[in-house]
């Protein structure tokens, strides 16, 4: 085995990885990161036209994890057996430099300030009683107020599109009356609205929503961020998830931090570098660096550092504390221990309008980021007592450009055939003139939901396997039918033809065979109580205080927003508090 | 391959032994301020982009220049004593710099400079000796023999061509000190005619391959544009219209020199060697004297008319009609990034509208960048790299010529067509393609 030292590894070339890397760096340390898949270039991936090769991207999956070298077992209840995730479908975790935020679509939200302390706002509105039994509703321990800036700064290094609300309180634009207030305004304005997100803008300012356009990290003009890079505008070709961006406009840490990055000789990034374990000192409380395999020689290499930083996919942050022995695996029957606990996902559900037959809804026009959206169902934007659930849903049309191959697959829709002339000419009508609204909701944790090791399966490397629990709950399944159910009068407005409301069901059980969204949360969560949380309000784990988890592992609840933007600025405000406090004084930064 | 420019013959000017008698004796400079102000002097005068190959050592030479007689290579100029210059004394490096002799007397090829360098101070050369001696590592690394087969190997008829072509240090030195109408043009002056060299390619070439002027006191001739270099042809930086800089602010000139970028074009070719080597670690006073120098420069084409945009071509693809000749292929592979209109996205994306290396009577860098792609490297105050894609193996030679007929007449660039034939004949000059040409940026 070869030893090496460096001040900071980080685990992981993502968002949060480049993140932490780019502020560590700018703090003086000596860098490395860590990254388990090969580099990844624009020039390379987005070589025009073949990178928008849809065979060789979204449905070969280019650029996501290669499942035969490492994936999770998956099971629905406790009392199941979990078998091995073996192909892509209902999550992409990414692989390689720029990880999933290479390949995402970039919906680039801030937070609903009111889930970030969830149970607080439940309980004194609802009380106490109202927590169904089992769910493990927490807060995150950190304000709105305290995360601005750090969303403001995630925003300018990622070049987002958007209309603002209300700017230091006052009414700057048209924006989203639900978003929290702004210290700035979006670096770019709002992303265009494609024709379908404009009937339903219109349609559901009809119906009494407020309507808004979503926040992208499409670049709607040529833009350079505060390290300098620079993008290209958006024409929205609809190649953005499962894409390397061709043309510079979707925020990726590849575009928007690594070329400043690479330039600083601080800074190292060894590729084909599978970390196995987070090395520990005798007694378990602080990091010596890590382990890990060198894809190219098959030889270990252990890398000493003062700091690490788990920066990985969520699940593979999760992954990693448990084969390190980095504090306490969740016990879901003895309701003990940390890691593993309160997994979550979010709930998806699509729906679709035909609309008249001289309307164009043209649906391989698009941007991942772009659509509108309302918040009216979303967080604790409306009256739950009568309803009895926790959370919410925004509701948008994202028409994310629908590739000839996905569209086929996806089938014309409703009750068409499935087959023949009825079916040709259904799958014409669908693609031409029919268009989608989402209700992207979140999902609460519970008691019997969570990781762990799995007891039977081992990846390549010989490590036992990430073990999901995981089945949707009658809270959420009912959330997601309410607002659904809110989603027909928008249908109604615009003029449908005929529409079909897609919802989750009674006993509706989690498929891992569809693809619902990729955004899984939470397994290693923030939190004030080391009982209930793996880190700290600082993302610092409780445990091995030279140890920051970054990413959504760190939510105790799977938010209805899309989580990239959050993730980034958590990254920010653990980097800034690594840099103006732990570097000063290494230690907990929390007492626990 | 590296840009050439080189000819036979030269005569040993007598005027080394002057230059001898003006070194500089005693300085007050630290070695460190000296170390510092060389490596200055160095990056102003270009040096690594021929003396440093991609991934190799700094200064241990080695890129080879391709010529119709046979290849020649960068000499190692680390101060290593054995393969490199670490044996030359001050008075050898400066004869070397300014007059192109080599140690032993020899003449240098061309290819070098010198009838540039000349014009280097006696400071410049003094603090870049110094940088050379103490602040490069030494390389024991020989350079590759040289390819050329005798009798063209012979190196004396050099003296010749040096004599008759090469200014003597004396009477460069009097043209830098001419009168200019503010010490900022005078500065600008220096660094573009001397240690920058940019006549080297930018200026036409004689018979014997001389540059048919070195310096803007003789006429309009002077970086009024070069023949091709590795396929690509350098622009006039005079304010010719069209064919010029006429277009481009001061702004624009400076924010080029340091990124490589500008709102009107982006650096390809050798020019991003030049950037990415050089003008990028200038200052911003250098930078701006420069822009102000090249921005004085009266045009060599002075009846050209001005470039006016015309919107016919944008309307037409805009309202559905892509029925001109290689509109339909523009519309497939280039609208996305340069627009319809022409006016791209810059500085992530050049506009061709107006843009002189599309207007130029050779079409030959716009073939090149059809057909090879073009990769602008990572700059450190524009740390993004971008690579327009290769279409070569996508597109026939029909297509390109259609296509480029298509941006060269488009917009009021109003340039001639291209036809096959030319592409074809192109094909063999032209650059590798992009991916093929490593290392491949990374963002």
């Known amino acids: 085995m070869t030893t090496k030292k460096t001040d900071a590894i980080v685990i992981g070339a993502g968002w949060a990885g480049s993140i932490l890397a780019k502020e560590l760096t700018e703090a003086g340390l000596s860098v490395t990161i860590l990254e388990r898949g090969e580099d990844r270039a624009t020039a390379v991936e987005g070589d025009y036209p073949t990178s928008i090769d849809e065979l060789r991207g979204a449905i070969r999956h280019r650029l996501f994890q290669n499942l035969s070298q490492s994936t999770v077992t998956i099971r629905n209840t406790i009392d199941q057996t979990a078998v091995p995730y073996r192909r892509l479908a209902a ?3 990414g692989e ?10 970039g919906v680039h939200f801030r937070v609903a300030p009111d889930d970030l302390a969830l149970r607080t706002n439940v309980v004194a509105r609802y009380g106490k009683s109202f927590i169904p039994e089992g769910m493990n509703l927490q807060d995150y321990d950190v304000t709105y107020e305290e995360l601005e800036p750090f969303f403001d700064k995630a925003e300018k290094v990622f070049g987002t599109s958007g209309e603002p609300y209300t700017i230091k309180g006052k009414v700057a634009g048209t924006g989203n009356p639900f978003a929290p207030d702004r210290s700035d305004a979006f670096p770019l304005p709002a992303m265009r609205d494609v024709y379908s997100a404009s009937l339903f803008k219109k349609a559901a300012a009809n119906v009494g929503y407020h309507p808004y356009s979503l926040p992208a990290a499409n670049a709607s003009a040529q833009y350079t961020n505060p390290y300098g890079v620079q993008m290209g505008p958006c024409n929205f070709c609809g190649y953005c998830s499962g894409y390397d961006c061709y ?12 070329p400043a990055l690479r330039q600083d000789p601080k800074f190292t990034l060894i590729t084909k570098a599978h970390v196995l374990k987070v090395d520990l000192d005798s007694d378990g409380k602080k990091a010596t660096g890590v382990t890990y395999l060198d894809l190219r020689t098959n030889q270990q290499v252990q890398l000493q550092a003062d700091l690490v930083i788990i920066s990985a996919f969520q699940f593979h942050n999760v992954h990693l504390m448990l084969l390190s022995g980095i504090g306490e695996p969740y016990d879901p029957v003895k309701n003990t221990g940390t890691i593993g606990r309160n997994f979550v996902y979010q709930t998806i559900t699509t729906s679709r309008a035909w609309l008249p037959s001289k309307q164009y809804t043209n649906l391989f026009v698009g941007a991942g980021g772009a659509g509108v959206a309302i918040d009216d169902f979303n967080s604790m934007n409306f009256d739950h007592g009568p309803l009895g659930f926790v959370g919410g849903s925004p509701v948008w049309v994202n028409q ?23 079916y040709k000419d259904a799958m014409v009508e669908t693609y031409r003139h029919s268009l989608t609204i989402d209700a992207h909701g979140s999902n609460m944790a519970y008691r ?127 980097a800034y508090h690594i840099r103006t406090t732990y570097l000063k004084n290494p230690g907990p930064m929390v007492q626990a | ?21 003006h070194m500089p004796q005693a300085r007050a400079d630290s070695a460190e301020d000296l170390v510092a102000k060389g490596r200055y002097v160095a990056e102003a005068s270009d040096c690594s982009a021929c003396h440093t190959i991609k991934g190799g050592r700094p200064f241990a030479g080695r890129m080879e220049f391709k010529l119709p007689i046979g290849s020649i290579y960068s000499s190692n100029i680390s101060p290593d004593p054995a393969h490199g210059i670490g044996a030359y004394s001050e008075a050898e490096f400066a004869r070397a710099v300014r007059e192109g002799v080599r140690r032993d007397g020899a003449s240098l090829y061309p290819a070098m400079p010198f009838p540039s360098y000349a014009r280097m101070s006696d400071s410049d050369i ?40 090469a200014p003597s240090v004396a009477s460069a030195q009097k043209d830098v000190n001419r009168t200019f109408p503010t010490p900022a043009i005078a500065r600008g002056a220096y660094l573009v005619e001397g240690p920058g060299h940019c006549g080297a390619c930018h200026s036409p070439r004689g018979i014997a391959l001389q540059e048919k002027a070195l310096s803007a006191s003789t006429g309009t001739v002077f970086l009024s544009g070069g023949a091709p270099i590795d396929g690509f042809v350098p622009t006039s930086l005079r304010q010719d219209q069209r064919s010029g800089l006429a277009a481009w602010s001061e702004d624009d000139i400076v924010a080029f020199l340091s990124t490589g970028r500008n709102q009107k074009g982006e650096a390809f070719g050798g020019m991003t060697d030049a950037v990415y080597h050089g003008t990028q670690h200038l200052s911003p006073e250098d930078l701006r004297a420069m822009a102000q120098y090249l921005r004085s420069l009266q045009p060599n084409s002075p009846n050209a008319p001005a470039w006016h945009y015309d919107s016919a071509a944008a309307a037409a693809l805009q309202h559905g009609d892509a029925s001109a000749r290689g509109a339909k292929v523009y519309v497939d592979h280039c609208a996305a990034c340069h627009r319809t209109d022409g006016h791209g996205y810059a500085p992530a994306f050049p506009p061709l509208a107006g843009n002189p290396v599309v207007m130029s009577d050779q079409p030959d860098s716009l073939v090149h960048i059809v057909q090879s792609g073009a990769t602008l490297p990572g700059m450190s105050k524009a740390p993004s790299a971008f690579v327009m894609p290769s279409y070569s193996q996508m597109l026939s030679a029909q297509q390109i010529a259609d296509v480029v007929t298509f941006i060269r007449g488009a917009w009021g660039n109003n340039a001639s067509p291209v036809d096959a034939a030319t592409v074809t004949s192109l094909q063999k000059s032209a650059p590798p393609r992009v991916l093929e040409e490593k290392p491949v940026p990374l963002n």
Not at chain 1, 403 to 417: E, F, L, R
Not at chain 1, 465 to 489: A, G
């Open chain 2, 126 to 165: 003094h603090a870049l000796y110094v940088y050379f001696m103490k602040g490069v590592q030494p390389v024991a690394q020989a350079a590759p023999a040289n390819g050329i087969p005798w009798p063209m190997s012979m190196r004396w008829p050099m003296m010749f061509w040096r004599a008759v072509f």
């Open chain 1, 96 to 105: 390689g430099v720029g990880g999933a935020g290479l390949h995402w679509s």
């Open chain 2, 1 to 21: 391959m590296k840009h050439c420019t080189f000819s036979f013959t030269t005569a040993l000017g007598a005027a080394a032994l002057l230059v001898l008698a």
């Open chain 1, 448 to 574: 019997d939901i969570y990781l762990d090791l799995d007891p039977t399966y081992k990846n390549a490397y010989g490590q036992p396997l990430l073990r999901m629990t995981f089945t949707w709950k009658d809270n959420d399944i009912r959330m997601n039918q309410y607002v659904v159910s809110k989603i027909e009068p928008i249908m109604k407005e615009m003029g449908a033809t005929r529409y079909a409301l897609g919802q989750l069901h009674a006993n509706d059980v989690f498929d891992t065979r569809r693809y619902q969204t990729t955004h899984l949360g939470g397994g290693a969560v923030m939190g004030a109580d080391p009982k209930t949380s793996a880190i700290n309000r600082y993302l610092q784990s409780w445990d091995v205080s030279n140890v920051f988890v970054i990413g959504a592992s760190a939510f105790p609840q799977g938010m209805g927003y899309n989580p990239t933007g959050m993730v980034a600025a958590l990254a920010y405000w653990a």
């Open chain 1, 247 to 258: 043309m510079y406009s979707k925020a990726s840490p590849n575009v928007n931090i690594l």
């Open chain 1, 91 to 93: 999550f992409l975790p």
């Open chain 1, 400 to 422: 994310a450009g629908v590739k000839p191959i996905a569209a086929a697959i996806g089938g014309p829709g409703g009750k068409a055939p499935t087959w023949g002339e009825g």
